[in-house]
């Protein structure tokens, strides 16, 4: 079993959360308004949704951020594997079964290449669509 130290664990929340104000902050200058951030499906083995936007056209979009510093095996977007993926449905759908009428949807990703911390801001790609509840 290995134990993580407190300081790497900090370390990786706090790029984690850096990651997802980047795309936050992309997404609002793209015109979509924040809904929820974080939101987690109760109990042991659920799902969590890094960010729920909505679009000018109502569009509950579904947001899932990705950030690696590098290409290799695959870059950001190779790591949204299809369990991942079941993950996000299942709050998706945890979170739509609170609301009394069903907007359309879509589950898309924003991937971030490159240093949090460089002297360049990394690059930001936004795939509308990126997989389906299916």
């Known amino acids: 079993m290995t134990i993580q130290s407190e300081g790497t664990a900090a370390t990786s929340k706090a790029r984690g959360d850096r990651a997802e104000q980047l795309a936050l902050d992309h997404l609002q200058r793209q015109g979509l308004r924040l809904v929820c951030r974080n939101f987690r499906t109760p109990g042991r083995g659920g799902g969590e949704i890094d960010l729920i936007m909505r679009e000018r056209d109502g569009t509950l979009v579904f947001v899932e951020v990705r950030q690696r510093r590098s290409l290799a095996q695959g870059g950001a977007a190779a790591s949204i594997v299809s369990a991942k993926q079941r993950r996000i449905v299942f709050a998706a759908r945890h ?13 898309d990703a924003v991937l971030l290449q490159g240093r949090l911390d460089g002297p360049e801001p990394p690059a930001i790609e936004w795939l509308q669509a990126a997989f389906d509840a299916g």
Request: proline share 15%; hydrophobic share 55%; glycine share 0%.
């Open 95 to 107: 979170f739509l079964a609170r609301l009394a009428s069903l907007p359309p949807c879509r589950f």
